[in-house]
């Protein structure tokens, strides 16, 4: 069975089929439950330090470059962020939740705008994440409290469309919280007491379902944060189990680990996910309060 696997370290490893990964380096720097990293154009790695208010910059090898940020709510002031995207020109959109809006940085860390998040029917919104087409023209912020993901123009920053409500139906959703985009086109949500991705279009039309409850292969038991890489691979850590499983659409795939060694790779708390052009996955452990950095292997896939 797949929760042998996942939670004996002598379960047998034929159960599985496992990615391997060489891991590189880690990111340690006084984080206080850090929930999302991105990598900018130039390899650049930012960290968001939500319990710090602060979004901390590091190089392409994970020595640290500056942060910015603090406690308020005002402009480049920050009241718990968690989620982060970079757009193709390194403008950097933090979803700073407890003030419900995106805030918009160049990649030095200087304030450029926010966008206000709505009320939402009457009720507060709660943005967790946010994701942004290349061209930095559309952003698509999922407001965890309403059970949606809204649509914003980036140039008047007004709202477009909402996409999905509350329910467990195809384009609804119980507590969405991080969100991942794929060649400008595809949207992949973590769906987080659903136990589930789901995949939609830019548009708002639903794809598919990617997982649902469990804990055997191709399932998940508190699913938290995706990323895609270059060949349109999806990966979904799992912050109860500690695992990262790999989909191939919608399909599973694998799960992280040593094909060497025939093991899974174990993480505490894996939230927030990133895959870089190099085939580096980021891995933001957040009650481990690290960013665990590794070269994915191709050859062994």
């Known amino acids: 069975m797949f929760l042998g696997v996942l939670l004996s370290a002598a379960a047998p490893v034929y159960a599985v089929e496992l990615s391997s990964v060489s891991h ?18 130039d390899g650049s790695i930012y960290v968001v330090d939500g319990v710090n208010y602060a979004i901390k910059v590091f190089d392409s090898g994970g020595a640290f470059l500056f942060s910015f940020g603090e406690s308020g709510d005002g402009p ?20 700073d939740s407890g003030n419900s809006r995106i805030q918009i ?10 966008i206000h998040v709505e009320l939402f029917k ?22 965890n409290e309403n059970h949606c993901i809204l649509t914003y123009d980036l140039k008047t ?5 909402v996409f999905g409500q509350a329910g467990i139906e195809r384009m609804e959703f119980r507590y969405p919280f991080m ?5 400008d086109k595809y949207l992949y949500v973590v769906d987080v007491i ?16 990617i997982g649902d409850w469990g804990v055997e292969k191709g399932q998940f038991f508190r699913p938290k944060g995706v990323a895609v890489d270059a060949s349109g691979l999806v990966y979904v850590s799992d912050s109860y189990m500690g695992v990262i499983q790999v989909f191939d659409e919608g399909v599973f795939h694998s799960v992280i680990g040593d094909t060497v060694k025939g093991e899974l790779h174990r993480f505490t708390t894996p939230v927030g996910l990133f895959v870089d052009g190099k085939n580096r996955l980021y891995v933001v452990e957040m009650f481990k309060e690290r960013v665990s950095v590794f070269q994915i292997d191709r ?3």
């Open 24 to 41: 590189l380096f880690d990111i340690e720097h006084n984080f206080r439950q850090p929930s999302d990293v991105a990598v900018g154009p």
């Open 76 to 95: 480049g002031q920050f009241n718990y962020p968690l989620g982060i995207d970079i757009d193709a020109a390194g403008k950097l959109y933090i979803a």
């Open 105 to 114: 940085f160049l990649p030095d860390g200087s304030f450029l705008n926010e």
């Open 122 to 143: 009457g009720k507060k919104s709660d943005p967790t994440d946010v994701a942004v087409d290349s061209a930095g023209t559309k952003a698509f912020v999922v407001d």
């Open 157 to 161: 920053r007004l709202p477009l469309e």
């Open 179 to 183: 969100i991942s985009k794929y060649n």
């Open 194 to 209: 659903n136990t589930r991705v789901q995949e939609m279009t830019d548009t708002g039309k639903f794809v598919r379902f």
């Open 299 to 301: 050859d062994t896939e």
